[in-house]
């Protein structure tokens, strides 16, 4: 599975941001779709998930009431919406696909086979 990133950019503190990711592959629908952010100095930490069976969300305590995930599996793509964004949601942001999840770790980055490129967000105060 081939991964490509959109959206990201500098938005003031308060401010919305959608990020935008494309998947290859016919199979879309079987993946677990998740976004990952890093920062500088930091390890990787997952951030949202579409689980592939129930295609239910789940979120990081850090970001749940302000981001949204969704999927499209006709279109093979997946968005996350960033709202009322902190400057603490400064990261590199990655889409990931996980054919194989595990419940109980998929919110673990090691679960993931495919990254996209990552996706800049900047947020100032």
């Known amino acids: 599975v081939q991964l490509q990133a959109s959206g990201g950019g500098l938005v003031q503190a308060g401010g919305s941001l959608s990020l935008g990711c494309a998947a290859s592959?016919?199979?879309?629908?079987?993946?677990?779709m998740a976004w990952f952010r890093q920062a500088p100095g930091k390890e990787r930490e997952f951030v949202a998930a579409k689980w592939r069976s129930t295609d239910r969300s789940y979120y990081s305590d850090s970001v749940k009431g302000r981001f949204t995930i969704t999927r499209d599996n006709a279109k093979n793509t997946v968005t996350l919406q960033m709202n009322s964004l902190k400057p603490e949601d400064t990261a590199d942001y990655f889409c990931a696909v996980c054919q194989r999840c595990i419940f109980s770790t998929f919110h673990d980055f090691r679960q993931y086979d495919s990254w996209g490129q990552g996706t800049q967000v900047t947020v100032s105060s």
């Open positions: 592959g016919r199979t879309f629908s079987a993946y677990t």
